[in-house]
């Protein structure tokens, strides 16, 4: 367990250089619990931007995570105690704990005792008035914090736990880990304060389930949105990487991220094969952290030599950079119920890159981004004839490249901008929790 022992807060937290609105919620205590690491992609691009924007409008953050092994060896080390000073520095008190995985209950019963003990510590020195609770499992822990101190909650549900396991076929419906999972989510549901999802398409489905149905409850629907200063398209960036690849004159279909689970690989190898067939001079950028060999092997299996694509594994901080060398986005994702929760933080990270989509039918609200935005196409089942519908829709895209490029970039603007979107509807969440709060304590 590491932790450290910080002087009293101030009262109040309000720098000349803060945003205008931060009075709203200057001083204002919360405890933010991440079972991701902030070592990690995900912790790094959808956990601290958005602490660190709540933090700018006054909320006093301390803020525990569960780390993976890396981030206890010397390296992991150094990382994290540089990123805990930053941290500090902008009003975020890092505290973390050793992620566990197997075996898998008795790892995360273990992980859960850790985090109420830890937190139970932290409410009690930091005079916490909100515990945040990012998904399930560190739902588990902020439940037994309100119990004991009475404290308001935020269930934020990144999805549905217990659907995306089944989903997956890792569980089966009724199994003893399904079981305890819905136990835990009807109990977090039915103590919560304040609830986020994902998406709209979810809300009317879960707001009838045991735990919220029939109750009053403050709720905000906050997609997953990108921090657009860091993704952008950049013409610097994208001959440089055109020119490193030696894909200068080629039409660059990207994918960003995990191979296969969720993500529908090999539909994805099927769809740019016949990209291929209909234009010769198209090439695949993949940009994942997963087997080479895998990728590699469905290229093959299809006929697509090693010049006609190429996997990479690049630093999170230079994805936008390779992401400026492409022409349009790709990906693929199993449609299925848990997925209806879902909002892919990558179709955010290409339209910011000024890239239209290629995505399935079925993932959250994201159908609307082609239906109603336009801005790419929307395959409906994993056929060749979608293939080829969606292959006409991208060349009709490109011949007006320019426009757009313009276009992917205003829906992201519009639809997934950090500060504009998620930030405020942050902020008015916790407005509205902690003014319930307010009112308990009269």
């Known amino acids: 367990m590491r932790s450290e022992t910080y002087p009293p807060l101030p009262e109040k ?46 909320v006093i953050f301390t803020l525990m995570s569960f780390e993976r092994a890396d981030a206890f060896s010397a390296t992991g080390r150094a990382k994290s105690e540089t990123l805990q000073a930053q941290l500090k520095a902008e009003n975020i008190e890092w505290h973390w704990l050793r992620y566990h995985q197997r075996p898998s209950l008795p790892a995360t019963a273990y992980d859960v005792l850790a985090g109420i003990l830890l937190g139970q510590r ?28 009475g404290i308001k909650m935020i269930f934020d549900i990144r999805g549905l736990m217990a659907e995306e ?8 419906k009724g199994s003893i880990p399904y079981r305890l999972t819905k136990t835990m989510e009807r109990r977090a549901m039915a103590a919560a304060d304040g609830v986020v999802t994902l998406t709209e398409r979810i809300w009317p489905v879960i707001r009838n389930w045991e735990g ?62 016949l990209f291929l067939r209909r234009l010769p001079k198209a090439h695949f950028l993949w940009l994942t952290t997963g087997s080479h ?24 901080s230079e994805v936008p950079s390779y992401l400026s ?27 910011a890159c000024e890239l239209p989509l ?30 080829d519908k969606a ?14 490029r313009k276009r992917a970039r205003q829906v992201a603007e519009s639809l997934f901008n950090l500060e504009t979107i998620a930030a405020p509807r942050y902020e008015r969440l916790y407005q509205r929790v902690l003014k319930g709060q307010d009112q308990l304590s009269r």
């Open 122 to 149: 932290l409410v009690r020195q930091n005079k916490i008035e909100v515990v945040h609770a990012r998904s399930h499992i560190p739902a588990t822990i902020a439940l037994a914090l309100k119990r004991r101190f």
């Open 391 to 404: 292959f006409e829709t991208v060349m009709r895209l490109a011949s007006s490249s320019e426009l757009t």
């Open 293 to 316: 060999t895998r990728v590699s092997s469905l290229m093959e299996a299809r006929g697509i030599g090693p010049k006609d694509y190429s996997v990479l594994s690049v630093a999170s």
């Open 165 to 172: 396991y089944v989903d997956a076929a890792h569980w089966r």
């Open 212 to 273: 919220l149905a029939g109750r009053s409850i403050v709720h905000e629907v906050v997609p997953c949105c990108a921090d657009l200063e860091r993704f952008e398209f950049n013409a610097a960036d994208r001959a440089m990487r055109r020119a490193e690849l030696g894909i200068e004159n080629r039409f660059v279909v990207i994918y960003s991220g995990s191979i296969d689970g969720w993500y529908l690989t090999e539909q994805m190898a099927d769809f740019f094969a």
């Open 13 to 58: 937290v309000i720098d000349d250089h803060s945003d205008p609105r931060a009075s709203a919620l200057a001083g204002r205590r919360a405890l933010f619990i991440s079972y991701n690491g902030m070592l990690d992609p995900l912790g790094q691009s959808q956990v601290l931007p958005y602490l660190r924007q709540l933090a700018r409008r006054g």
């Open 358 to 387: 290629i995505i399935n039918a079925g993932i959250g609200d994201s159908d609307v981004l082609i239906t109603t935005e336009n801005i790419g196409a929307l395959v409906e089942d994993f056929s060749e004839d979608q293939y």
């Open 325 to 351: 060398a492409g022409d349009a986005g790709l990906a693929f994702i199993k449609p299925c119920f848990s997925k209806l929760a879902s909002s892919p933080t990558k179709y955010a990270e290409y339209l």
